[in-house]
């Protein structure tokens, strides 16, 4: 499928690949970022120093299986760059291919790079979403507490959950504070009565938590039976509704540091009218998209000299999720996250409490 937008005279047309989901379960989610990205270039025709573009679409179902496969169809005949893969499996079985084949892909999703500085393809990768802050946003938190604060680390064993509190206990040293308490446990536990018991003896009134839904929903519960005042600042994995129904009430007043949605990004906020006017629901992976397509525009209007890849390293870009530059592991440096809370069901961004 492809989208054309004419190339101005003496001006080369740059080929473009857009992965996205087009079916399968998350087929919508195509849909919407396709209006995204229709509405940028339609906005780009207006420019008289835009240059061509033709845009190409292809499914990658939002799959590890569906995103190798795409990529190995778009590198047999390369394009200019590639934008998209929204769903983590896809971008992480898509991005090796790409550099193998010398293409400059930016990933479009919002948890491409959960291990940004370990699981970057090569120089030409860039991504629109790194969440390698979401830890040093939940240290900076709790350093805030108050010199009274009795501060917990508690993760399972996953390297995510050692990493994600890595930046945490580092962006709490840098601010001259440390963990009382350091607890790990296992995948599959079910019994946290002991442990729970071990944070009331040790007086803790803030935990950082990094697990998956299922041990920390018991978890929570337990430790506010005893504790219900306890602060708990957890990661990204605890977004999940799973979470809140498993935990009930105990979910309630539970922190956790996430990427934020549109409601919570205010250069955002007009891009999304348009694309509710348009018939599309906008969400950020849709926007992200159309502000990756932005950059790209900006990196090939300003290419003079050099390369592409050294545009975006060295540029930043004006885009609808505000400005953008990509730091040295080629993540954008947007607000990546923003503490939202649980209650009653539902996680609240900073602006709807």
Known sequence: ????????????????????????????????????????????????DTPGLLLTWHDDQCSSAGGLAAAQSITTSPPAVVIGHACPSAALAAAPVYAAAGLVFIASGQLPSRATTTRRAGPLHFRMQADSDQG??????????????????????????????????????????????????GGGDKDFAALAQRIKAASITHLALAAFPSEASLLVAEVKK???????????????????????????????????DIRAL???????????????????????SAAALEILIDALTRMTDGTLAEKLSSGTFKTVLGPVAFDTTGAARL???????????????PSAR
């Open 266 to 288: 205010p250069f955002a906020q007009s891009f999304a009218t348009r694309m509710s006017a348009g018939g599309a629901t906008p969400n950020r992976a849709a926007i992200a």
């Open 335 to 349: 607000p990546s996250h923003v503490i939202y809370t649980w209650s009653g069901g539902v996680l609240h961004p």
């Open 136 to 185: 040093t946003l939940i240290g900076a938190t709790l350093a805030a507490a108050g010199p009274d604060a009795r501060i917990a680390f508690v993760r399972d064993k996953t390297q995510f959950a050692q990493s994600a509190l890595q930046l945490t206990a580092a962006a709490m040293s840098a601010r001259g504070r440390t963990p009382v308490l350091v607890e790990t446990f």
């Open 226 to 260: 005893i504790n219900p005042t306890i602060t708990i600042l957890a990661a990204d994995t605890l977004a999940d509704p799973a979470f809140a129904r498993a935990a009930g009430p105990a979910a309630d007043g539970i922190q956790v540091a996430l990427a934020p």
């Open 1 to 48: 499928m492809l989208t054309a937008l004419p190339a101005v005279a003496t001006e080369t047309t740059h080929r473009i690949a857009i992965a996205l989901p087009l079916t399968g379960p998350h087929r919508t989610l195509g849909v919407e970022i396709r209006a995204a990205v229709e509405l940028i270039l339609g906005d780009a025709k207006d420019k008289s």
